[in-house]
């Protein structure tokens, strides 16, 4: 994969000093477009071996195009940051915006490249790795991101002569230490790594770009005209792009005329003696499971969806009373802002992850786009189709990493849900709780029955199921609620 990068390309300095002026302006003319459109957003990873002239290259265009607009951002693999989130986390968070360039030194790479070639893992997991990068990158593209991915490269010859280049400069000897020189003794290990990732991440819609670093206009140009090149192919293909296509797909009836919530069993009532009876046990019960000391090695996600008017934020406070307020964090899920808007569809949650020993409780969450966005047409049918997968490979992400998700659907029929939103309209303290959406939704009952059960057959999964809660009663609907959550981590902690 590398021999065409052995070839020491040289560029003369006449040739190099006739070419970057226009590359230059035409760089920040389309870096100016993609600002004006605001309709995607790019990514340039530099990766590579060291003193192949990663940094100078990040510097370099960040001099060529407008600063204002590129967000740099140097990763280290200190896990320190992460506070027990997935290792993916601290790059999720960073994510540029539509209209902006992110350039990444460094990147998802860069540890199990590293683990690899220390002998830390074996390739099986290193090929485990690669598959979440690859799925990772795919939601990127498929959200809209440019993604560019450059690799410099410097045969073991040349790598051991610019190190010493550089450590005898005063003005560069800091840029080269004892991990440079740790790094250098493992060349063939990184070399045989990352050959195996590049040729496992190199996609149709992420491919590389191999440079080869010796010399320094040769591999400024390469970069600057690739990121030229993809930069202007994009923007003219958003601006021949047909407008997409979010209308809802056709509804497939059930053939009895049943499904998993018309199964649930509605009819079950509790005496509010007994509920609080219960509620006061189960409460106490939850937060002595939380004291725990093994409780500090996991985090909790606990997921509320259901039925407008089933109960959720009364399930939600019930819980919220069980634990140390310093626990956790309650996050609401509305209508996305601007900024989230700006960047790909899971970032939002990704975001608000707790940290190990705390509790992060989304009322409503990413469950929304193949519910609200997919009946109400405000994303495309591919959109929604692949957030099943994208969602189950986030959560799954989450288990592995010790967190403990807990899904939650409340169902309430339409014959309570009516009588519910009637008692809001007609109770003055209760009325900010009912709005048009919630009326217009009804009448939409059938699509989002379809809707809710599609899902729950497609992310309902070994390693987070879905947990349907009968929801007209809402005091033994509270209470079951604390017991699944209680179940859950209990196992977790066994």
């Known amino acids: 994969m590398f021999e065409s990068a052995e070839l020491g390309h040289q560029i003369s300095k006449e040739r190099y000093d006739a070419e970057v002026p226009p590359l230059r302006e035409k760089l920040l003319s389309a870096q100016y477009e993609l600002v004006k459109r605001h309709q995607f957003s790019a990514i340039i990873l530099i990766g590579g071996v060291d003193g192949a002239g990663k940094g100078e290259t990040i510097n370099i265009l960040n001099e060529w195009m407008d600063p204002r607009h590129i967000q740099t951002t140097a990763f280290a693999m200190d896990d320190a940051d992460l506070h027990g989130r997935p290792e993916m986390w601290r790059y999720w968070k960073m994510l540029p915006p539509n209209r902006k360039i992110g350039l990444f030194a460094g990147s998802w790479y860069s540890q199990p490249i590293t683990q690899r070639a220390y002998g830390q893992i074996k390739n ?190 009364g399930a939600v406070r019930r819980l919220t009373r069980a634990l140390d307020a310093r626990q956790y964090q309650v996050i609401p899920i509305a209508a996305p802002t601007d900024e989230e808007r700006a960047r790909p569809y899971l970032w939002r949650f990704w975001r608000h992850l707790p940290e190990r020993g705390r509790f992060t409780v989304f009322d409503r969450s990413w469950y929304g786009r193949v519910l609200v966005e997919r009946v109400e047409g405000y994303c495309s049918e591919s959109d929604w189709m692949r957030a099943y997968t994208e969602i189950n490979d986030f959560e799954e992400q989450l ?35 009912i709005t048009e959406d919630d009326w217009r939704n009804r009448a939409k009952a059938d699509e989002y029955t379809q809707a809710v059960c599609d899902m729950i057959d497609r992310t309902s999964t070994e390693l987070a199921p879905w947990n349907l809660i009968p929801a007209d009663d809402k005091l033994s609907a509270r209470i079951r609620v604390l017991d699944v959550i209680h179940r859950n981590i209990r196992e977790a902690l066994e």
């Open 124 to 313: 099986a997991e290193l090929d485990r790795d690669l598959e979440l990068i690859r799925g990772f990158e795919r939601m990127l593209t498929d959200e809209g991101v440019l993604l560019l991915k450059f690799w410099f490269h410097l045969s073991k010859d040349r790598q051991k002569r610019r190190l010493k280049a550089l450590s005898r400069d005063e003005r560069t000897a800091w840029r080269v230490g004892e991990l440079e020189w740790k790094h250098f003794e493992l060349y063939d290990e990184f070399a045989a790594a990352s050959v195996r990732a590049l040729r496992e991440t190199s996609t149709g819609n992420a491919p590389w770009t191999i440079v080869e670093g010796t010399d320094r206009r040769y591999r400024e140009l390469t970069v600057g005209t690739s990121v030229l090149g993809a930069l202007e192919a994009r923007l003219q293909r958003q601006a021949d792009a047909p407008v997409a296509n979010t209308r809802a797909a056709p509804l497939i009836p059930a053939l009895d005329g049943k499904n998993v919530l018309s199964a649930l069993d509605y009819s079950t009532r509790m005496p509010r003696e007994e509920y609080e009876r219960e509620l006061e046990e189960k409460q106490g019960r939850l937060n002595l499971l939380t004291r725990r000391p093994r409780f500090k090695q996991h985090s909790v996600v606990v997921v509320f969806e259901g039925s407008d008017a089933a109960g959720k934020g």
């Open 399 to 433: 288990v592995q990493n010790h967190t403990i998700v807990v899904k939650i659907w409340l169902q309430i029929t339409p014959e309570e849900q009516l009588r519910r939103f009637e008692e809001r309209k007609n109770t003055p303290f209760k009325q900010h709780k």
